[in-house]
């Protein structure tokens, strides 16, 4: 079963930035891409950004476009979320997902780890 952990999450303030890292493991190959969600306190969860494991295509939230860029080392089974320009409303506990091949959808998560920018 795929197994995900995130690390990176940290205080930051306005204007700074950030690097998450989610590293994958334990079947991964039944995975086509790696994706990025985000949920603040009383919010619904929200994508981010995604990337997929062959190809490297990527997909963006609106909200972050120009600001967060995903990025993959296949030797490493690592994703990567790279957040600069942080805002107050990036604040949140951020989760790698995994989608599986099979039911395509997002079903192997992470812990999350938390974000928090502040003004």
């Known amino acids: 079963q795929v197994q995900l952990v995130e690390s990176g999450g940290g205080l930051v303030q306005a204007g700074g930035s950030l690097r998450l890292s989610c590293a994958a493991s334990?079947?991964?190959?039944?995975?086509?891409?790696m994706g990025w969600f985000r949920q603040a306190p009383g919010k619904e969860r929200e994508f981010v950004a995604s990337?997929?494991?062959?190809?490297?295509?990527?997909t963006y939230a609106d909200s972050v476009k120009g600001r967060f860029t995903i990025s993959r080392d296949n030797d490493k089974n690592t994703v990567y979320l790279q957040m600069n320009t942080l805002k107050p409303e990036d604040t949140a506990v951020y989760y790698c997902a995994a989608r599986s091949i099979i039911f395509n959808n997002y079903q192997y998560w992470g812990q999350g780890t938390q974000v928090t920018v502040s003004s």
């Open positions: 334990g079947g991964i190959f039944s995975t086509n891409d």
């Open positions: 990337i997929t494991w062959t190809g490297g295509t990527t």
